[in-house]
């Protein structure tokens, strides 16, 4: 089979490429309204601006979310129609990385308005 050669991947596979893909956009916009609840709903904190910056990096990983979604779905379907191995995917790792780094800003956040009060 050369290179350019396709064959119709069995659809259950389709099926589920798809559902991947949907469950990172649905991570996605569970990012994205927690950046908005983040600024719009939480009373200032001690330290000004900490809102908005814990909001821009939920928003930031919900681009980042959203985007390698997409790439991931095409890499899946290129690689499943040409009858290749499935890629590598750092994605996960990157999104737990910005979750780590959202729930340490928060916890030390809490620590701070706990000891000014």
Known sequence: MGDNDEVEPDYRFT???ERTFLAWQRTALGLLAGAVAVVQLI???SIAGARHILGIILALLAILTSGMGILRWRQVDFAMRR???LPRHPTPMYLGIGLVVVGLLT???IVVKAMAA
């Open 43 to 45: 009373p200032e904190l």
């Open 15 to 17: 099926l589920a490429n």
């Open 83 to 85: 009858d290749l191995p």
């Open 107 to 109: 916890v030390g956040l």
